[in-house]
């Protein structure tokens, strides 16, 4: 089994920034895309940003050029760096994490949500 525990999240004027971040523990051969998605009520999830086992990034466009998506594969964490925060990104935002195991099966896992409030 696996866990994400996701942590950052928080209350910030429009205009500032936060970083969240996504460690995996657990059972783990080894960690393949990593990434953050985000869900509004009443809407379907959404994907704001990932990164491949590579270093490949893929962003949602509204986030482009204010986000930025990094990881450690030493310390299996996943980052998200939200720099000029607008109250359009209120929302739950939720890490996401493909394992690749021994025999070589990919299996895919949600963190528990972290919300995040921009307003003045």
């Known amino acids: 089994q696996v866990q994400l525990v996701e942590s950052g999240g928080g209350l910030v004027q429009p205009g500032g920034s936060l970083r969240l971040s996504c460690t995996a523990s657990g059972t783990i051969f080894r960690l393949d895309t990593m990434g953050w998605y985000r869900q509004a009520p009443g809407k379907q999830r959404e994907l704001v940003a990932t990164?491949?086992?590579?270093?490949?990034?893929n962003y949602a466009d509204s986030v482009k050029g204010r986000f930025t998506i990094s990881r450690d594969n030493a310390k299996n964490t996943v980052y998200l760096q939200m720099n000029s925060l607008k109250p359009e990104d209120t929302v739950v935002y939720y890490c996401?994490?493909?394992?690749?195991?021994?025999?070589?099966?990919?299996?895919?896992?949600w963190g528990q949500g972290t919300q995040v409030i921009v307003s003045s």
């Open positions: 990164i491949t086992s590579a270093g490949s990034r």
């Open positions: 996401y994490v493909a394992v690749q195991q021994r025999w070589g099966q990919v299996y895919n896992y």
